[in-house]
């Protein structure tokens, strides 16, 4: 299998707080997205970084690139109730069309 | 804009009933694809399309067939269903990105409950 795997599989935070998750991937890619999933919904896209990039900003999202260590961490500043989900790592193998993603990071936010 | 809509919603099969599952976007997005997700497990590529009349196999093809006639439309079928193909199915859609290869961020449908019996 392909498949990424995300470490913590589960993590508990109070609000406020911030949240912190890896993704470890197996193949060279293109880029590699975050997406964030609600309890019985459908994926929502976060945030791309592409392979020649090392860090991206978006809103409360960090995330970070090391292509050498094949890995990627997605930190969530300042995290709210809302928040609470499973989050994946998803990355486009570099031969193109084809994505892979990890097994998930599920995150519960306690107000 | 619907976005990507999937229908049913949910569904039962008995083994070996047959069933097409309905995706269809109206974004004018180049690729499409369907996922399936089992329970503790992310999301596994069955199948995908870069364009109309071009479908290809992703990571877990099997008892799967596709096809893609126009744009907006990428209905998956079960051929012959049976339970280890009980899951959710999720269809997404996106641009080609900038370079030959780059496929953008992925829009996803509210998915496909299946349970085959």
């Known amino acids: 299998s392909q498949q990424g795997e995300e470490d913590p599989q589960a993590l508990s935070i109070q609000e406020g707080e911030n949240a912190t998750m890896n993704c470890s991937y197996k193949?060279?890619?293109?880029?590699l997205q975050w997406y964030r999933q609600n309890s019985g919904r459908g994926l929502v896209h976060l945030i791309l970084?592409?392979?020649?990039?090392r860090e991206k900003h978006s809103g409360r999202l960090r995330v970070t690139l090391d292509t050498s260590k094949k890995s990627s961490s997605l930190l969530i500043t300042a995290s709210r109730a809302a928040d609470t989900a499973s989050y994946f790592c998803?990355?486009?193998?570099?031969?193109?069309?084809?994505?892979?993603f990890g097994t998930g990071t599920s995150l519960t936010v306690i107000p | 804009n619907a976005g990507v809509t999937q229908t049913p919603k949910f569904q039962v099969l008995k083994t070996g009933q047959s069933m097409t599952l309905q995706c269809a976007q109206d974004?004018?997005?180049?690729?499409m694809s369907w996922y399936r997700q089992d329970p503790g497990m992310g999301l596994r590529l069955i199948h995908y399309?870069?364009?109309?009349?071009?479908?290809d196999q992703g990571e877990v093809p099997n008892g799967y067939n596709v096809s893609r006639s126009t744009t907006e439309d990428f209905p998956l079928r079960l051929l012959s269903a049976a339970p280890s193909q009980t899951s959710v199915y999720f269809c997404?859609?996106?641009?080609?990105?900038?370079?030959?290869?780059?496929?953008?961020?992925?829009?996803f449908g509210p998915g496909t409950r299946l349970t085959v019996l």
């Open positions: 997404a859609s996106s641009h080609q990105g900038r370079g030959e290869e780059d496929i953008d961020e992925q829009f």
């Open positions: 193949t060279s890619i293109n880029n």
């Open positions: 970084i592409r392979s020649n990039e």
């Open positions: 998803a990355t486009e193998s570099n031969t193109g069309n084809q994505f892979y």
């Open positions: 974004m004018n997005h180049e690729y």
């Open positions: 399309s870069v364009g109309a009349g071009i479908t």
